[in-house]
C-alpha cells in the first residue's frame, strides 16, 4: 500500500469528491461511496494492495473510535 | 366495500390449483440376508452405508472394477419419501464419472443439458455466462435431472453388474470400532443381526447417525436465510437456460432461481424473508400467486411439488477415522448456491472407489486411503467457502451489505468489471488437489477428451479408464527403445502405457493439439500420468522407466513389495 502523496491536486480532488457527494441524503451519499470504491478497486487491480487497504481502513475505523470523545 | 387489496386476495383465491399426480419411483424387495440368526459375525471387505448418489456411485464404482461390496439402505427405494428432487444439476466432472460407470446415456436422454446462465436484477439482465465455452469434454457442462432418477439409474447399473450385495430395509444401529474393522449391528423388518467389515463407508447423508454415534463434531452452522421451491409445469415456452435474479421484481425484490429439469418440470426456488411463516409461504395458494405474478395472467401451470427450506452447513475435520470413511453430506454438507453439495458426494465416490479397489485386492498399502482425506476435506471446504460467499451475497446481513450489494448490481449493469462481483453461485467445478506426499504436483482433474487411434477407430478418455483400475501413462512420440524397457520394468505395475503420436510398438492415440494443451504437455518423451480416477497426478518431461516407475509408485502409495 503507498502511503506517500500521489494525487496531483489533493484539494482538487478533495473538493471534486465533496460536490459529488452534495445534496444527497446519508443513504444516497453511502451508495455513492460503495459505487467510488469498486471503482476504485478496479482501476488499483492489486489484490495484496487491496486486501492491505481494507485492513488499513478497518484499523483506522477502530483507531478513531477509541479515540472519540 | 371491499378494498381493492382483498380484491386481488379474492381472485386469487378463486383461481385452481392443480397438483400433478406423484412421481411413480421403482420399489425393491426386502430379501432377509444370510446372516440373520447366525452367532458369529460374518465379516465383508466393504459395507457401505447409504444408498443415496454418494454411495450409490461408490458401490457402482467398486462394481465396476470388479470389486464386491454390501451396501445397506434403510429404504427401498429412490429419492425421500414425501419430498420431490433434491439435487438437480449434474455437473460434467461427475457427469464423465457417469460415463464411465455406464449410465451417462440415460441421463442425458432424460435430463436437459445446459450452459448458459443469466442474472438479473429487478427487470435488467446484469451478467450472462456459458460454460461450453471452457470445455473440451464429450460431456456438456451440465444435464438437469431428478435427483431420483440419477439415483435409480444408478442401482439399475449395480444390480446389472451384479457385484453389489444390496440390502434394502436394512438400517444401521450401531457401529463399533475394532482395531482391524468395524462391527455393525443391522435391524431388518425380519430382525436384527451383526457383520463386521474390513471397511465401513458412512454415506448415510447429513443427518449422519453414524458420526453422531461415533460423537465427531460436524462443525455445522445453520442459516437464518430462507427459501420455498415450486416445482412446476407450465407452457411458457423459456429458453433452457439457468436464470437467476438476485432481486426479482415479481419476488418483493428478494432473489429467484429458475430451472429446467425432466418431464418438464422447471424448479423455481423463491427466497423469502428470514422471519416468514414457512407453512403459509407454502401453502398452494401463497406459492401460486407468486408463480402467478412471475408467469403472467394467461399461463396455465401445475405444481408438482412445493417445498420451503433453510440451508446450513457443516465440514468434518477428517473424512476417514480409522476404517471407517465419511463421503457425500455425511463429511460436509453447504449451502445450494453452485451445485456443489450433491456434485461433491459423487466425486467423493470417485476419489475412494479406485482405492479402495486397489488396496482390496491387494495391490498396494491402506496408506493409499488417507489420501482421500488429503485430497477430498480440502476439496470439501474450498467448495463451503465458494458457496458461503455466494450465500452471504444472496443474503446480505447488514445495511451496509445492502449498500455494497446496490453499488455492485448497479455497476454491474454498465461495466464488464462488475459483473465478476455478482455472485448468485460459482458453478460446480472438478476441484484441484493441493501438493501432498503422494501427490508432489498436486492434481487436476482430466475432462473427457475425444481420442482417436493411429487406425482411426475412436475412444475417449472415460472408455480408456473404464476397464480395471490402471493409472494411464500418455507418453509423447516414446521411441521403440524407451516403450520396451518401460514395459519390462512396468510389468507389474497396475499401469497403461499409451503412445500419442511416434512409432514406439505401444498401442497408440493420434497426435492431438488439444490433448496436449489440455494436459499442458506434449513435447516428444514426455510423460503425463493419469489416475484411474481421471486426475493428471504427475507429469514426467524425462521419462525414463526408473521415473514413471517412481511416479506410479507413488501416486500409489505403493513399495518396491507391492505389487
Known amino acids: ?69 | 366495500m371491499p378494498s381493492p387489496n382483498s380484491r386481488t386476495r379474492c381472485r386469487r383465491d378463486m383461481e385452481n390449483f392443480a397438483f400433478a399426480p406423484a412421481y411413480e419411483l421403482p420399489v425393491w424387495p426386502f430379501t432377509p440376508p444370510p446372516e440373520l440368526g447366525s452367532t458369529k459375525p460374518v465379516r465383508h471387505p466393504i459395507v457401505i452405508v447409504g444408498a443415496g448418489p454418494s454411495g450409490l456411485t461408490l458401490a457402482c464404482d467398486l462394481a465396476q472394477r470388479g470389486v464386491h461390496a454390501v451396501l445397506l439402505d434403510e429404504d427401498d427405494t429412490v429419492g425421500v419419501r414425501g419430498a420431490s428432487s433434491r439435487g438437480i444439476c449434474y455437473a460434467q466432472k461427475s457427469l464423465e464419472i457417469f460415463e464411465r460407470l455406464g449410465i451417462y446415456e440415460r441421463i442425458a436422454a432424460k435430463g436437459v443439458t445446459w450452459s448458459f446462465g443469466r442474472t438479473f436484477s429487478g427487470e435488467q439482465e446484469v451478467y450472462n455466462f456459458n460454460l461450453q465455452a471452457n470445455s473440451v469434454s464429450r460431456q456438456p457442462p451440465f444435464i438437469n435431472l431428478q435427483q431420483f432418477y440419477v439415483e435409480w439409474f444408478l442401482v439399475d447399473r449395480i444390480l446389472e453388474l451384479g457385484l453389489t450385495d444390496v440390502r434394502w430395509k436394512n438400517r444401521v444401529t450401531r457401529v463399533e470400532q475394532l482395531a482391524d474393522g468395524v462391527r455393525l449391528d443391522v435391524e431388518t423388518p425380519a430382525g436384527s443381526y451383526t457383520i463386521e467389515a474390513d471397511r465401513l463407508i458412512d454415506a448415510t447423508g447429513a443427518n449422519s447417525p453414524i458420526r453422531t454415534q461415533l460423537g465427531i463434531d460436524a462443525h455445522s452452522s445453520r442459516s437464518t436465510d430462507r427459501w420455498c421451491i415450486s416445482d412446476v409445469r407450465f407452457k411458457k415456452p423459456l429458453p433452457t437456460e439457468r436464470w437467476t435474479w438476485v432481486d426479482a421484481p415479481f419476488n418483493e425484490g428478494r432473489g429467484v432461481w429458475q430451472h429446467l429439469m425432466a418431464d418438464g418440470v422447471w424448479r423455481i426456488d423463491y427466497q423469502m424473508p428470514e422471519d416468514c411463516d414457512t407453512a403459509h409461504i407454502s401453502k398452494p395458494e401463497v406459492a401460486g400467486a407468486r408463480l402467478r405474478e412471475q408467469l403472467g395472467p394467461d399461463v396455465e401451470f401445475e405444481f408438482v411439488w412445493i417445498g420451503p427450506y433453510g440451508y446450513r452447513d457443516h465440514l468434518l475435520d477428517s473424512f476417514r477415522h480409522g476404517r471407517v470413511f465419511f463421503i457425500g453430506d455425511a463429511a460436509h454438507v453447504v449451502s445450494p448456491f453452485g451445485a456443489r453439495g450433491g456434485n461433491s458426494g459423487i466425486q467423493d465416490a470417485a476419489n475412494l472407489g479406485w482405492k479402495l479397489a486397489l488396496v482390496a485386492q491387494g495391490k498396494t498399502d491402506d496408506a493409499l486411503l488417507d489420501s482421500y482425506d488429503a485430497e477430498r476435506q480440502p476439496a470439501a471446504k474450498q467448495n463451503l467457502q465458494v458457496t458461503s460467499r455466494s450465500a452471504r451475497f444472496l443474503a446480505p446481513r447488514s445495511p451496509a451489505e445492502h449498500t455494497l450489494r446496490r453499488a455492485v448490481v448497479a455497476l454491474a449493469a454498465r461495466h464488464p468489471f462488475a459483473r465478476a462481483l455478482v455472485n448468485t453461485g460459482r458453478m460446480s467445478a472438478a476441484n484441484d488437489y493441493p501438493p501432498a506426499p503422494l501427490l508432489p504436483e498436486g492434481a487436476r482433474s482430466v475432462q473427457n477428451l475425444s481420442l482417436r487411434w493411429t487406425d482411426g477407430r475412436e475412444t475417449t478418455l472415460m472408455q480408456l479408464l473404464s476397464e480395471g483400475t490402471e493409472c494411464i501413462g500418455l507418453w509423447f512420440a516414446p521411441t521403440r527403445e524407451q516403450a520396451q524397457a518401460a514395459l519390462d520394468a512396468m510389468a507389474s505395475l497396475p499401469l497403461r502405457l499409451l503412445a500419442v503420436g511416434g512409432d514406439s510398438g505401444l498401442p497408440t492415440l493420434q497426435a492431438d493439439d488439444r490433448l496436449a494443451s489440455h494436459l499442458c504437455a506434449g513435447d516428444a518423451g514426455s510423460l503425463v500420468l493419469v489416475r484411474p480416477d481421471a486426475y493428471r497426478a504427475a507429469a514426467l518431461a524425462n521419462a525414463t522407466p526408473e521415473a514413471i516407475a517412481s511416479a506410479v509408485r507413488t501416486v500409489l502409495a505403493a513399495n518396491e513389495r507391492n505389487p
Open chain 1, 1 to 69: 500500500m503507498i502511503t506517500e502523496p500521489r494525487i496531483p491536486d489533493p484539494d482538487g480532488f478533495y473538493a471534486a469528491l465533496l460536490a459529488a457527494h452534495e445534496g444527497r441524503t446519508e443513504a444516497q451519499s453511502a451508495d455513492l461511496n460503495a459505487r467510488l470504491v469498486l471503482q476504485l478497486a478496479n482501476q488499483c487491480g492489486d489484490q495484496d494492495v487491496l486486501l492491505a487497504c481494507i485492513r488499513a481502513a478497518a484499523e483506522e475505523d477502530t483507531t478513531t473510535t477509541k479515540d472519540s470523545p
